[in-house]
């Protein structure tokens, strides 16, 4: 890897005197920097945005617009485009004001000309190392995001199926639910379990169970894909589904449906005593417009009307 701090810089030398210009051309120049120069601020401004340069190295007192203005331009650039380029003034105003003045206009550092030319040497090394420090911290930042985002989509979601976790169900409920309600529609909550899955996994083994629960999933999410529908593994076999603007006679259709798929696809399950297949059984619930119930509300409906299911039999909806 090439060390960033041997890189040649590209440098904005900003100075109304021609010959001020110049020398600092020079110095630059045989450091190994290239240099783009402009005789007043406004000017300058252009420059910058054609070429982003690395450094800015600027007079304060010229005609027209001073170098503090142009410090503040450049800043309000940043400010909308990102980035950071250090600003060095190089000036004959040798008062404490000026200087305070210049790093308030946004000026990283300031030198009073003339300026020995190690000085300008070990000046621009340390704005050099500030900038790689200020790239190495960016690039931190970057990838605390990455990770963020990766632990909150880790949190939300099941590992085995890609599906939203109970966690993220839940979330997704509740936020469905206010949509529902602000805008007048039904919603439907389902809750689907695999029937006699201990013998699956006991009769095929624990890993063609994990295959059976990724096929399953990827089933439902087939059969439920409106844009708002959310589905979720809500536990070890069980899944769970949202429909929001979905009434009763649309939550049957959904229930018929999924039978009719699952008999059709028909995963083999050797030791089920109800279908030679794997069958799920299911119970939903139904929030109407102007119902207040909570989402626990109708989760625990829906959970005894999968209980029902079971009951009367498995291989069938209750709702
Ligand atoms: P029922 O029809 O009453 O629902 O019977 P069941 O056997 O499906 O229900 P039970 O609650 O007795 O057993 C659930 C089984 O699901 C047992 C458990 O090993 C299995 N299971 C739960 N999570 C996983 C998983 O992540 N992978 C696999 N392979 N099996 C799982
Ligand atoms: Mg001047
Ligand atoms: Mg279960
Ligand atoms: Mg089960």
Known sequence: MTDPMAQPLRILVVDDDESVRGSLAYH????????????GAAWALELFERHRPHLVLSD?????????????????????????????????????????????????????????????????????????MQQRLQALTLELQRANAELRQQASHDALTGLLNRRGFNHQLQEA????????????????????????????GHQAGDDCLRTIGHMLRQLARRPLDAVARYGGEEFALVLPDTPRSGARTLA????????????????????????????????????????????????????????????????
Not at 28 to 39: F, N, P, T, Y
Not at 86 to 103: K, Q, R, W, Y
């Open 28 to 39: 630059l120049d045989r450091l190994g920097h290239q240099v783009i120069e402009a005789s």
């Open 177 to 204: 639910m206010a949509l529902c309600r602000s805008a007048g529609k039904p919603l439907t909550v389902m809750l689907c379990d695999v029937d006699h899955f201990k013998q699956y996994n006991d009769a095929l």
């Open 60 to 132: 304060i007192v010229m005609p027209d617009q001073d170098g503090y203005w142009l410090a503040r331009q450049l800043r309000a650039l940043e400010a909308r485009l990102g980035g950071w380029t250090p600003i060095i003034f190089l000036s004959s105003l040798t008062e404490a004001t000026n200087v305070a003045d210049g790093i308030a206009a946004g000026g990283d550092d300031y030198l009073t000309k003339p300026v020995h030319p190690l000085v300008l040497e070990a000046k621009l090394y340390s704005m050099q190392r500030l900038g790689v």
């Open 256 to 319: 018929n449906a999924i039978s009719r798929v699952f008999a059709s696809t028909a995963l083999p399950h050797p030791d089920s005593p109800t279908a030679p297949h794997v069958t799920l059984s299911g119970g939903f619930a139904l929030c109407e417009p102007g119902d207040e119930r909570s989402a626990d509300d109708l989760l625990r409906e829906a959970d005894e009307a999968l209980y029902a299911a079971k009951a009367r039999g498995r291989n069938c909806f209750i709702g």
